[in-house]
């Protein structure tokens, strides 16, 4: 499979994850996020995922343990710094919880 065949299954997965934590989100959270805020969002949780180390740790019996407060955070200060949002760490953490429920309902987290 070529570079471009590996882009474009990232797309199509980057659009499902999208599409997973539009439904996931509580409904008075639906309108606080449009769909550039959450590729934008996924693509730092990515970001904190490669660069922060947390999954090069061996995982124990219950799998890999992400702080999930640590990633809110991380978002929130990226976004500042990339003049995004501002994002309330409340909202954000629905977001953050759908992306890992995705992750779970494709079996890649325990």
Do not use: H, R
Not at 36 to 63: A, H, K, M, N
Not at 89 to 109: A, H, K
């Amino acid at each position: 499979m070529g570079m471009e065949d590996d882009f474009l299954l990232e797309d199509e997965d980057d659009q499902k994850t999208i599409e997973f934590i539009k439904n996931y989100l509580p409904q008075d959270l639906k309108d606080k996020f449009t769909e550039d805020d959450l590729y934008y969002i996924l693509d730092v949780i990515v970001d904190y995922y490669t660069s922060s180390g947390c999954l090069d740790v061996q995982p124990d019996e219950e799998g890999y343990i992400i702080d999930q407060d640590e990633i809110v955070n991380y978002i929130v200060k990226e976004a500042k710094k990339d003049g995004m949002g501002p994002y309330d760490p409340n909202d954000v953490f629905f977001v953050v919880q759908g992306e890992m429920e995705y992750g779970n309902s494709l079996g890649q987290v325990d």
